[in-house]
């Protein structure tokens, strides 16, 4: 494998023994922007959950909260019902075709610059090299016995690693439960096991993910790169190298005559700065995440040598405008047909919900006075933030009369109750009849129906 190329021999590793790879530090324009999404994806994680949203009286106020103990998704107005989880479904196929398309166009664009994995390692080696120096630093010290000096360095930076992931967990897990809440329980140690455990656990995965795994979850446990390849085509922009300008390569001095020659100087820059250890020179590989680290390395080289940028950067085998690619067409077109259906579906949402089983044992009960009854088990989906009241009535079925013809219920409530129906003797024609019961809010008119059967014995 060539990534070994870029190595230092680690004394154990996790998964297997593998080089410890310690990329040199780079600026450019790649750099930048991946520094740009790191800080949007800190931001985000560490301001979203503490915004507040009023809902009103003994509802959540956080505006982001996924509640599974009140089994509700809220985001600011929106609350997300169980019986509604196909909006994350569609939330979920969209961000993939999403995925797909990014991929058509630009590689492994989402490798290299927004996947938590390579994020986290990218914050993980900046403590490092913080704390322990430049690539050169780290493998000298990777290579020293141990002393005072190493423990030290190698100390702090594994304090700092955990105290990144400690805040990752808790930004993380308070999505699912109150923030400010949670904090306070946490800080005054009346912590939950459960709030605990999983603060634990998404500690230890991050540290160990982003500290001690890194670029071997990309080559050993991430699917997607066996994946994406039937997303790429000769149309799709990567980073790769530009071999009839480079090559031959050799190593030349500044001020060198380049005419004759190939512009790589043979600096191996390309290589030290790859996160994944890879020499983007041998072509496309599947270890390659698309970073762009490795153009930034080389733009640097070529303005010192007075060469034109690019001979490692973004292109495409054969440039093709995007609207021209099929491809790109289908998972654009797939993800509006889905982005529409959610609009659709949410602008038809429905408010007031009724649910009517009927009881089956017994199916009627014949009265004294020869009329039948019929007991049913209502169920009231109120998903307004207000209490209701509402107006019972029932048609399709002559004379049938209910126990009760008003129906308060709860705010964002599911209220369930056991309604009685009644039928004058003869009034059922057959077995059975088709009843409809409807609930009508008393306050703005909105209403609800729902049909169900009345089973009535006295007929036949
Ligand atoms: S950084 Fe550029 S010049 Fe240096 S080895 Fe890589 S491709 Fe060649
Ligand atoms: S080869 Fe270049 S683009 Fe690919 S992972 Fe390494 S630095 Fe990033």
């Known amino acids: 494998m060539n990534h070994l190329a870029n190595q230092s021999q680690a004394p154990g590793g996790l998964y297997a023994h593998r080089p410890t790879i310690h990329p040199r530090t780079v600026t450019g324009a790649n750099r930048r922007r991946k520094n740009a999404v790191n800080l949007t994806i800190l931001g985000l994680l560490a301001i979203v959950p503490w915004l507040r949203w009023d809902r009103g009286h003994g509802m959540p106020n956080q505006a982001v909260l996924f509640d599974f103990a009140a089994m509700r998704g809220y985001f600011l107005d929106l609350a997300i019902w169980p019986q509604e989880f196909y909006f994350l479904t569609a939330i979920l196929i969209i961000a993939s075709f999403g995925l797909f398309l990014v991929t058509a166009l630009r590689g492994r664009m989402w490798c290299g610059f927004a996947c938590p994995q390579t994020v986290w390692t990218d914050i993980f080696v900046w403590i490092e090299n913080s704390i322990q120096g430049d690539r050169n630093a780290r493998l000298r010290l990777e290579r020293m016995p141990l002393s005072f000096g190493k423990a030290v360095k190698k100390g702090i930076t594994h304090a700092l690693w955990l105290t990144v992931s400690a805040a990752t967990a808790l930004s993380f897990v308070v999505f699912f439960t109150d923030a400010p809440t949670a904090l306070t329980a946490l800080t005054s140690g009346t912590a939950s096991v459960t709030l605990l455990g999983f603060v634990l656990f998404f500690t230890l995965s991050t540290y160990l993910l982003a500290g001690w795994a890194r670029e071997q979850m990309c080559f050993w446990m991430c699917p997607w790169p066996r994946i994406q390849g039937a997303m790429l085509d000769h149309h799709t922009v990567m980073v790769e190298y530009d071999r009839a300008r480079g090559e031959t390569r050799g190593q030349a001095r500044i001020g060198q005559d380049m005419k004759g020659r190939g512009h790589c100087v043979d600096c191996r820059l390309c290589l030290q700065v790859c996160p994944t250890g890879i020499d983007i020179r041998e072509g496309l590989q599947m270890e390659c995440i698309g970073c762009g680290l490795c153009a930034d390395a080389c733009d640097g080289v070529m303005a010192r040598f007075g060469l034109p940028s690019g001979l490692v ?15 790109v067409l289908l998972y654009a077109g797939l993800m509006a047909v889905v982005i529409a259906c959610m609009v659709v579906a949410g602008g038809r949402r429905n408010m007031l919900e009724l649910n009517l089983l009927h009881e089956r044992s017994p199916l009627f009960v014949t009265l004294a006075d020869g009329s039948t009854r019929n007991d049913y088990t209502v169920k009231v989906i109120n998903r307004e933030r207000r209490e209701r ?26 209220t369930t109750f056991r309604l009685g129906i009644r039928v004058p003797a003869r009034s059922v024609p057959g077995d059975s009849a088709a009843l409809r019961v409807r609930l009508t809010d008393t306050e703005t008119g909105e209403w609800t129906e729902a049909q169900t059967f009345f089973a009535g014995g006295v007929a036949r």
Do not use: E, M, N, Y
């Open 313 to 327: 950067g973004w292109k495409a085998q054969i440039p093709k405008p995007w609207f021209h690619r099929p491809r």
């Open 389 to 414: 009241d509402l107006r019972l009535s029932l048609s399709g079925l002559d004379g049938a009369t209910a126990d009760q013809d008003r129906i308060r219920t709860t705010a964002d409530d599911v």
